[in-house]
Nanobody, 123 residues
């Protein structure tokens, strides 16, 4: 089992920045890739970016890569999501995910999920 805990969410004004963190624990040898997703209110879950847990190779959703960046965190299998120039439409619950398949935009490829952290962007 792998446990994931997100942090860093909160309320920010449009144009501001936030950095989300995801701490992983448990059977980390099983983890091949980690990713960030989000679920805006009343909408379906969206893929943001994924990172290979060992090599650090990243793949991001085209529409977000100019403002959002995934990176390895400071500890083993920790990941971060740097979000810049935030817009009200970025308001969502942001989830960290981990899986033993190569990184994918498909949520079903990830076996473990955090509880999510709320990001609210005011206009």
């Amino acid at each position: 089992q792998v446990q994931l805990v997100e942090s860093g969410g909160g309320l920010v004004q449009a144009g501001g920045s936030l950095r989300l963190s995801c701490a992983a624990s448990g059977q980390l040898d099983s983890v091949y890739a980690m990713a960030w997703f989000r679920r805006p209110p009343g909408k379906e879950q969206e893929f943001i970016a994924t990172i290979n847990a060992n090599s650090g190779a990243v793949w991001s959703r085209d529409s977000m890569k100019d403002r959002f960046a995934i990176a390895k965190g400071k500890t083993n299998h920790a990941v971060e999501l740097q979000m810049n120039d935030l817009k009200p439409e970025d308001t969502a619950v942001y989830f960290c995910a981990a899986g033993f398949y190569p990184g994918s935009e498909l949520a079903e490829r990830y076996s473990w999920w955090g509880q999510g952290t709320q990001v609210t962007v005011s206009s």
